[in-house]
């Protein structure tokens, strides 16, 4: 039903509104019943297929450390079923995270996605983080705390 | 000139040909005269302009502690100048990286790359890799040495 540039603007919008918003049941409009991490390494849900409620627990809990979050997209490369996004992520450390103590510091990341499409929802995806690249950012914040 | 497809195949071909195979100077045929790599956190090059020769250099320096290394492509969207993969990454750890010697350990890795095309040639790429989680399994390696 829908196609490519609908599945982009769709993504848009989620991530603004869902993930740098934290409008969480905003999530309705957007994830399907069934959402499926097929990779995602350092992600507690890795490799879980979440219901609505589940998915929506996974964003609080992610934003919950770092309230001020922003995704920005860099770069997108769109299919009706599948979108691929690059992008680039802020935030101010301000929640314990296991290992890390909130530092106050402001970390930035890369990552890049493939978000799966069905119908116009969101049925999952697969991620690349630089976690390693954060967690260097925040040891030098505990270190200077 | 080229189409989507076209890149996609191109870069396939480039992928088994040069980095699995070890075919260095085939970079020739595949690789522009300026190629920039725009992130690669990890990669000792980032940020860089490579001429030729300086890539061939950074394929023989990355594939020098991993010489049975295979990527595999997982996923794809491909337009004639952008190809975005998704894709897993194999090798056994046959030579020194800085603070790991060498483990003979089988070692994986996930990662992303979207690479930019002019004219049937590559000129950058933009990549993540889960670097943190190649870490993790060297240093089990060494402690399990």
Known sequence: ?????????????????????GNIDASDKYVASKYTIHDDPGDPWEGQELDLAGYKERVR?????????CFTIQDVLAEANRVMITWLWTASHRGDIPGFPATG????????????????????????????????????????A
Chains 1, 2 share one sequence.
């Open 1 to 21: 039903m829908s196609n490519a540039k609908e599945s982009e603007e769709l993504l848009t919008q989620f991530l603004e509104e869902v993930w740098n918003t």
């Open 105 to 144: 510091k402001n970390v930035k990341m890369s990552g890049a996605t493939v978000y799966y499409f069905d119908g116009g929802r969101l049925t999952g995806h697969w991620q690349i983080t630089d976690r390693l690249g954060v967690y260097m950012q925040l040891r030098q914040g505990m270190a200077g």
């Open 61 to 69: 809990v992610s934003r919950a450390p770092f309230p001020d979050q």
